[in-house]
């Protein structure tokens, strides 16, 4: 039996060889990591949620003109994507006042923001993945002034797009994360969306009762992080069948 060979590991998926040149399998974890891995655990069923949430919204934006790596979906827990070579920053685009911004500002959580506001962080699990400004970004050739440009636009568009999108079945998008790659093919390089979307990079708040349905419940403790994932999959229309074998937690009850 052939042994994939793993190319990359991080704290929510592995990436492996793909079938062909120029692709790669990413495959979902049931690891969930908080403030950065220094709290951590296995949640069974979370990584075949996020896998199926990421490729609805990938697929979406694709549809929309995004340029994303997704390929496919492959089976449960894994994606046919092809290999990018990644910009080393994590793109936060903040609609609502919530988590670090919060805490920096001393702007109470919820407070709607004037305006999208988009952060960049480089991405350095030593560092902590320190905010950084475009100065930085440019200085030390993470990204060129076009780029990061491109970055931005993107990053807005991806925004305005989810932002209509989850408001649709009354969930806030209050601010979320992403990342972006460069596309080789031949001698023409893109800038595409790339890693992933889901439940576990966005705080996403039921817009009635605002209970959180995202990653917040494991860093704070709340429980029922995978019903909560179920409830975005099943606002969306996503049929996950059978993500975990058990079911323990408190459930959301979604208000009438």
């Known amino acids: 039996m052939n042994r994939r060979r793993r190319v990359y590991e991080g704290k929510a998926k592995i990436l492996y060889e793909g079938p062909e040149p120029?692709?790669?399998?990413q495959h979902f974890k049931d690891d969930a990591t908080a403030f950065n891995n220094k709290k951590h655990d296995k949640i069974e069923g979370k990584g075949v949620l996020n896998n199926r949430i990421s490729e609805y919204l990938f697929q979406k934006l694709?549809?929309?003109?995004?340029?994303?790596?997704?390929?496919?979906?492959?089976?449960?827990?894994?994606?046919?994507?092809?290999?990018?070579e990644i910009i080393p920053l994590e793109v936060v685009i903040r609609?609502?006042?919530?988590?670090?911004?919060?805490?920096?500002?001393?702007?109470?959580?919820?407070?709607?923001?004037p305006r999208s506001i988009v952060e960049f962080y480089y991405k350095s699990d030593e560092l902590n993945d320190p905010l950084v400004t475009e100065e930085h970004?440019?200085?030390f050739g993470w990204?060129?002034?076009?780029?990061?440009?491109?970055?931005?636009?993107?990053?807005?568009?991806?925004?305005?797009f989810l932002s209509g999108l989850f408001l649709g079945?009354?969930?806030?998008l209050v601010d979320f994360k992403c990342e972006f790659g460069r596309l080789w093919e031949g001698e023409q390089m893109r800038i595409v969306l790339a890693d992933e979307i889901s439940p576990d990079c966005c705080r996403l708040w039921d817009i009635e009762t605002q209970d959180k349905l995202d990653k917040d419940r494991f860093r704070r403790d709340m429980g029922g992080l995978v019903e909560a994932y179920q409830e975005v999959a099943r606002r969306l229309g996503l049929h996950v069948d059978n993500p975990t074998r058990t079911r323990s937690g408190p459930v959301l009850v979604q208000s009438k």
């Open 169 to 172: 079945v009354g969930i806030r």
């Open 95 to 113: 609609n609502v006042a919530a988590g670090s911004l919060s805490t920096r500002l001393g702007v109470d959580e919820g407070t709607m923001l």
């Open 22 to 25: 120029g692709t790669l399998v």
């Open 143 to 160: 990204a060129t002034p076009p780029e990061l440009e491109t970055v931005m636009s993107l990053a807005l568009r991806i925004n305005d």
């Open 137 to 139: 970004i440019t200085a």
């Open 62 to 84: 694709g549809e929309i003109g995004v340029p994303t790596h997704f390929i496919k979906r492959l089976n449960m827990r894994e994606q046919l994507i092809r290999e990018v």
